[in-house]
């Protein structure tokens, strides 16, 4: 990742279905730079720009506004889950997320703020951030950082408050993945500290952890430090621990008789007698 790139978001996170609403409205033949969007979406201007803002972050559409096959894949006539209902759906948007980059700070937090600080401070994260920024030769305010910590906070962390309305439970996308936990300290050690920790997480479908797997590396082998380990990688963006990592790999081995692992002297490796299609790896998933 060379350019970092943050805001757009206009302070919104990323509503439970606007991602299949911003796909209706492109598959009509609309633009988000059309004046009729703010009727055709049924949103104010602000939330327009969100939209589509999330729409390019999830990796739905190139820069020039285009849906592409994932898109079309998840959210079309014939989607795989169009209302998001499924939650490797869950998963794959957040893997989307992450190793897209189009957001940076998500990329940022998951792959390079974490490996320093399982569990923080919203202070911590936005000082990381702008000296991270300033490393890469980016300009970006203390002001615009704090935003944007604020919104992928709100976009994995359940609200603490009842919400007003059930409606309201599940208004934002990523939150049921409980990936960033919340607790308490004692008073005067900084008040709300956020932890990602890696874990189990049983609800992860192998065929989402194998698809990241075949989007991540070319080859016919990679090795289990780096699944556990790299940037993107799978452990990475998932948070999953060594054992977590370990039992998809053998549930990818069972499901699949062209993966192999070996583990011999110690040196523990993925390999492929021939890579499988990612598609019909999520076909495996969605028609299962």
Not at 149 to 154: C, F, M
Request: hydrophobic share 35%; net charge negative; aromatic share 12%.
């Amino acid at each position: 990742m060379t350019k970092l790139t943050f805001s757009g978001h206009e302070s919104f996170t990323c509503r439970q279905f606007w991602l299949k609403k911003g796909y209706d409205f492109l598959i009509q033949g609309y633009s988000f730079s059309d004046a009729v969007a703010v009727v055709h979406l049924g949103v104010g201007k602000n939330m327009v720009n969100s939209i589509y803002y999330w729409m390019k972050s999830f990796d739905l559409i190139d820069e020039t506004g285009t849906l592409n096959s994932l898109a079309h894949y998840i959210f079309g006539d014939s989607g795989k889950d169009p209302y998001l209902e499924q939650p490797g759906t869950l998963w794959l948007l957040h893997y989307l997320l992450v190793t897209c980059g189009r957001a940076s700070l998500y990329n940022v937090v998951f792959n390079d703020f974490r490996r320093e600080h399982v569990i923080f401070t919203k202070p911590q994260l936005v000082n990381f951030v702008f000296k991270y920024s300033k490393e890469m030769g980016s300009s970006i305010s203390v002001e615009s950082i704090q935003r944007d910590v604020d919104v992928l906070l709100r976009n994995y962390v359940r609200p603490q408050r009842k919400p007003k309305s059930p409606e309201d439970e599940h208004i934002t996308l990523l939150m049921d993945l409980e990936l960033i936990s919340t607790f308490d300290l004692a008073k005067g050690d900084g008040g709300v500290h956020y932890a990602i920790e890696r874990r189990g997480r049983s609800d992860i479908p192998v065929q989402v952890v194998l698809y990241a797997i075949l989007d991540q590396y070319q080859g016919l082998s990679v090795s289990f430090r780096n699944l556990s380990n790299d940037h993107n990688g799978p452990g990475i963006v998932f948070a999953l621990d060594d054992d977590a990592l370990l039992n998809r790999i053998n549930e990818m081995t069972a499901k699949y008789p062209e993966i192999i692992y070996t583990d011999d002297a110690g040196i523990r490796e993925l390999q492929f007698r021939t890579r499988p299609d990612p598609q019909q790896v999520l076909d495996d998933y969605y028609n299962a």
